[in-house]
């Protein structure tokens, strides 16, 4: 049994900064990678940053140079940092991680349950 929990949405104004983390537990031999996504509504879902194990990144058009994605390999946890939030920010985000729970068995995604963060103008 894999989980992975988000935490760190909320409120905040136009301009402003908020911090998510993504912490994956259970059984877990090898975590690859790490990943945000959001969806607004009426939307689909989209990539927002990914962190390859070994802290290779990729990050959507619109975020790049405002959202940073780090990782903890030894915790098992993803970060995004979300500076100058805008409107078009608000959304569930939701982390995803790709793993293998044991030597023998594919990799395979797996996902949080979200975490709401809106920006009011």
């Known amino acids: 049994q894999v989980q992975l929990v988000e935490s760190g949405g909320g409120l905040v104004q136009a301009g402003g900064s908020l911090r998510l983390s993504c912490a994956a537990s259970g059984s877990i031999f090898r975590l690859n990678t790490m990943a945000w996504y959001r969806q607004a509504p009426g939307k689909q879902r989209e990539l927002v940053a990914a962190i390859t194990r070994g802290g290779s990144t990729n990050y959507a058009d619109s975020v790049k140079g405002r959202f940073t994605i780090s990782r903890d390999n030894a915790k098992n946890t993803v970060f995004l940092q979300m500076n100058s939030l805008k409107p078009e920010d608000t959304a569930v985000y939701y982390c995803?991680?790709?793993?293998?729970?044991?030597?023998?068995?594919?990799?395979?995604?797996?996902w949080g349950q979200g975490t709401q963060v809106t920006v009011s103008s």
């Open positions: 995803t991680a790709n793993l293998r729970t044991n030597p023998t068995m594919a990799s395979v995604d797996y």
